[in-house]
């Protein structure tokens, strides 16, 4: 988590304006630290989509919540007080346990819709679940070798996919999708910084490498050229991710 | 080794051990009973030249099967028996993929006939037999051959038979069928030859390995100018995995 005292401080710094009145908060540091933050953003998104990076590069941005399944089998991302960003793994049926309490079940709610669960601890996953695409459902769903398809759904050796469509996760297969409980691990759609006590749900290790986005941005007005924005395009996918952009 | 054992050694050996990867275990076992099934027909084919009948003891299932009787049709007096295959069977030289016919200890059939037994032959050989007086189908020389039914069904028809005959002890050369196969069951294959499965399982590997599926960017383009495409080792049909269960027939 960094605050935006640790950031302005840091961007500051590098532009040797400490003390000044030349960059003000409102005007110039908090939409250029949301421009960085929509960056990282931005990035993270681009990797997964075009699988040109792991996770585990992802890892300190990650959160898990535990949802349970609507009856027709997805879950849509709402109730955990912040909206999601991508989604970077689903696990059907966790392991879990009471946040509060112990030796109680956890129990299927009655609901036709979707839950998110916050009552809800995860332990860890049980079964692999595939990433694919809506266009392979049809697909998929009568071929026994892809993960999700309806043939093998009801023996031993039924395999989890999931794909993502508006905002929701929809669990394959369908026919044993339904009110089940399912870990997501996402990343978080970070909200912009409004004011001087905002803070970033970032790792404490990304302070420096924010404060240079930010302060390029900061920058970019006084750049006649517009050369800083070409910069800043081709040094956050690499400098961050490790992959071209192109 | 279990199934589940060897193909989480391939799982590791090609790296696809991640959620997404594009061979999880259900491809790679369709893979392995490909490869299973080719090294089995070569043991039990050594069998049948060498005659020890040693080698294919790992495919060879002895099952009771239910037995139905058909009364014959209008236009034929082709009255006999038959029951279903109970699984998926090695297709062989003379024996159509069964090892064995015998009346079992509940069959319902006579004590005097008890001990005959079963002849394999097909379908054409028992036609020219039929009225002969001492080849013909009879209780206590009965015959078996395989056939389609018109439904689709692979049949076994025993011929000669009681009607009263509900159950038979049958042995099989089995193959495992992937729809039912249990990941924690064990390989049927001799463990000397698991090196040549998981060598024939990498070879297939290529496939997913080297589709353009891992290389296509999202604008249609597959490789770039002047990329120098290594080809993979394919494994040839003269390869020593393919050759070294078969003797020539003497």
Known sequence: MLTYAQIEKAILAKLDAEGSERYLPEQDIIPAINAAVSRVQAAASYMLANRKGSEEILRDFTRVSIFQTSVDGWVALTGMGHTVSNVVAVYPQPDLKKEVGSGEPHVIVGNQSSLYRGDLVYLGANKPCKRVTMEMVPVIKDNSIMEGNEVTAHTPRFQWAYYLNQGRIYLLPRSRASQVFCAVAYIENFAPMTDTSGTVSLPDYMLQQLATWAAYYVTWKQDPSAEGYRVIAARDASELFGFSTN | ?250
Not at chain 2, 46 to 63: I, S
Not at chain 2, 214 to 233: L, S
Request: aromatic share 8%; hydrophobic share 35%.
């Open chain 2, 1 to 250: 080794m279990t199934y589940r054992l060897f193909i989480d050694d391939i799982r590791v050996a090609l790296g696809m051990v991640h959620d997404d990867a594009l061979w999880s275990r259900e491809p790679i076992l369709m893979n392995v009973l490909y490869g299973l099934n080719l090294l089995g027909a070569q043991d039990l084919s050594r069998d049948l030249t060498t005659g020890d009948g040693l080698q294919g003891m790992h495919r060879r299932r002895v099952v009771c099967v239910p037995v139905e009787h058909i009364s014959g049709c209008n236009e034929c007096e082709w009255k006999h028996s038959y029951f279903e295959l109970p699984s998926e069977t090695y297709d062989l030289p003379y024996d159509g993929g069964i090892t064995m016919v015998r009346y079992g200890k509940d069959s319902g059939c006579k004590p005097a006939v008890a001990g005959a037994s079963f002849t394999i032959t097909s379908l054409e050989h028992l036609s020219g037999l039929w009225d002969h007086p001492y080849q013909g189908p009879r209780e206590d020389r009965p015959y078996v051959a395989r056939y389609m039914s018109e439904d689709g069904k692979d049949r076994v028809g025993v011929f000669g038979i009681s009607p009263l005959v509900k159950k038979l002890l049958v042995g099989v050369f089995y193959a495992p069928k992937y729809e039912t196969v249990d990941l924690d069951e064990e390989i049927p294959l001799d463990i000397h030859r698991l090196h040549d499965l998981k060598r024939l399982v990498l070879t297939m590997s290529v496939w997913p390995l080297g589709l353009p599926q891992e290389r296509y960017k999202n604008d249609g383009r597959d490789f770039e100018p002047d990329t120098v495409i290594n080809t993979r080792p394919l494994i040839s049909l003269n390869d020593p995995i393919l050759n070294s269960g078969v003797k020539p027939v003497e």
